[in-house]
């Protein structure tokens, strides 16, 4: 049997008599954005911390934060362009098999480039690299209101 959560997609079925109503794809300049913007801050605290151990080299934090992130980037790129989240007119279904219930979202916000589904049992749910991630959280809050 094959790992479903390979695919990166949603495999939850839906229940009797719920309707899919649309998916949501990662975006690819987003993701690079995303990785640019970690790259900047990860080299801006590789060399702070070397001159706040009183380094004479700190470019060299400048080097390995940018390493570090281009690393992570290519690593996960072709599996985070794969992820598909699936709205239905009862729950938002994520690749890795979770489900968040539209009755029980009790905050969708925005971060960055994503969309942050907060439910009231304490669980998060992180739709990242989103191409526009306002629309992403007006069409969730429709469903949650019932005006898909």
């Known amino acids: 049997m094959s790992d479903t959560r390979s ?47 009183g380094n004479p080299h700190v470019w060299t934090g400048a080097v390995g934060g940018l390493a570090a992130i281009a690393v992570r980037a290519g690593y996960l790129a072709s599996d985070e362009m794969k992820a598909r989240w699936d709205l239905t007119d009862r729950s938002v279904l994520s690749p890795l098999g979770k489900q968040a219930w539209l009755r029980d979202i009790a905050r969708v916000r925005v971060l960055g480039s994503a969309v942050q589904l ?20 007006v069409r969730i809050e429709r469903a949650m209101a019932g005006t898909q």
């Open 7 to 53: 695919v990166m997609v949603p495999a939850t079925e839906l229940e009797p008599g719920e309707r899919f109503v649309e998916s949501f794809h990662p975006d690819r300049p987003a993701y690079w954005r995303d990785h640019a913007w970690m790259a900047a801050g990860a080299m801006a605290l590789g060399m702070g911390a070397l001159s706040a151990i």
């Open 118 to 137: 907060d439910t009231t049992r304490g669980d998060k749910h992180l739709m990242k690299y989103r191409a526009d991630r306002d629309a992403v959280r």
